[in-house]
């Protein structure tokens, strides 16, 4: 049996006063970002499948599990949490910096 974890996601909404008065945006993107989080060796098997070619175990974080949005979000959460909502908003692989002027924006990125 396998439990869902109990982080909620924010939704967009919920997100869209942090950067009031900001005037510089930056918007960073990460690549296949579910597939940079490493898997616990515990939880191979649960992301385990069989084809006519074979027997695959997953070792990073593959779409679909049902606690892989949640976890994702908490990792990233976790990475950023100094700057979060000061600085910096991140929902999913979309990061977004926001500053109030070129210069402090520039050194937060």
């Known amino acids: 049996m396998y439990n869902k974890g109990p982080f909620s996601i924010s939704t967009v909404e919920d997100m869209l006063d942090d950067p009031l008065g900001a005037q510089v945006f930056s918007k960073l993107e990460l690549r296949a970002g579910y597939h940079q989080i490493c898997m616990h060796e515990d939880d191979f098997l649960k992301a385990t499948f069989h084809t006519h070619n ?49 210069e402090e924006h520039s050194h937060q990125l």
């Open 54 to 102: 074979g027997h695959y175990e997953y070792f990073i974080m593959p779409f679909g599990l049902c606690n892989a949005p949640s976890q994702f979000q908490t990792t990233m959460n976790d990475i950023f949490w100094p700057i979060l909502c000061k600085s910096v908003l991140v929902f999913f692989d979309d990061i977004l910096v926001y500053s109030s002027s070129w």
